[in-house]
């Protein structure tokens, strides 16, 4: 896994309490290299490994929030490292997460409150079949079939931390990997769960894949949702992408 932390925001411009969290990542970490791209230097990026195709679905991502989580699965295709959330602050140097899981490791990832595979801090090899099958799906998702406004997870499902589940459960592509019928008939079945209870080993036997609990990931870097928390945000660095999607919801509803 290359050593490079990758991370995304509007502009060069955090705010204090945004500067002091990704500094930690440098503190903690002073061999590795820290990458902050801007809204210009994605579209740089996605134009540079993308065809043209891609590239104009990036562009009519509906929100901002969906072109920086297709970055953070794109970049991990394209040049491995790690991603992070400019909220994410590093709780422990990369090389102590579990003894060298970053050595031993193709993919490190983990879950969120055991319904997806967390989606704001993972690390990769460049060109894991994850993350091809995480970019594919993403844009067919949005080119084939569009976005469903009404329905509270239309993020999630297009380019977020539901996105990269499916991408595990197609590279997996295994019945015994899926909770119960009566848990996948819910709106949001425990997919995660599933996944590392009944085939973590097989993720990283077959596919080098290293799936933690959500405890233990955040012993090592944890999210401070910025999006609810104002001393994060400003015109110039992020705004609060959750406000944004409940507009959006409601306009779709009143249709």
């Known amino acids: 896994i290359p050593q490079v932390i990758w991370q995304t925001a509007k502009s060069h411009k955090p705010t204090p309490a945004a500067k002091q969290i990704m500094d930690t990542w ?10 902050l791209l801007d809204d210009d230097e994605l579209l740089t990026f996605m134009s540079t490994y993308f065809n043209q195709t891609a590239v104009d679905a990036f562009k009519r991502f509906p929100m901002a929030v969906m072109r920086a989580d297709f970055f953070r699965i794109a970049v991990m295709l394209h040049k491995g490292g790690i991603y992070a959330d400019v909220d994410v602050d590093c709780k422990l140097p990369i090389d102590q997460w579990d003894n060298g899981a970053i050595e031993k490791c193709d993919v490190v990832i ?8 967390c989606n704001w801090g993972f690390a990769s090899k460049k060109g894991h079949p994850l993350f091809k099958k995480a ?39 295994d019945e015994s990997c899926e909770p119960p019928p009566e848990e996948k008939a819910k709106d949001r079945p425990f997919y995660a769960k599933a996944i590392y209870d009944n085939c973590r080993e097989k993720l990283k036997e077959e596919h080098g894949i290293c799936l933690y609990d959500e405890v233990t990931l955040k012993t090592w870097f944890d999210n401070n949702y910025a999006s609810q928390k104002p001393e994060f945000q400003s015109k110039e660095w992020m705004s609060s992408w959750i406000q944004e999607r409940d507009i959006m919801i409601k306009m779709a509803n009143q249709v």
């Not at 440098?26 to 990458?35: F, G, I, R, Y």
């Open 135 to 173: 970019v594919e799906l993403s844009l067919s998702r949005f080119i084939d079939a569009g976005v469903d406004y009404t329905h509270e997870q239309f993020v999630q499902r297009t380019t977020g931390p539901a996105l990269l589940t499916d991408a595990v459960r197609f590279l997996l592509d």
């Open 26 to 35: 440098e503190k903690k970490n002073p061999l590795w290299t820290q990458e």
């Open 110 to 117: 983990g879950l969120e409150y055991d319904f997806d595979i």
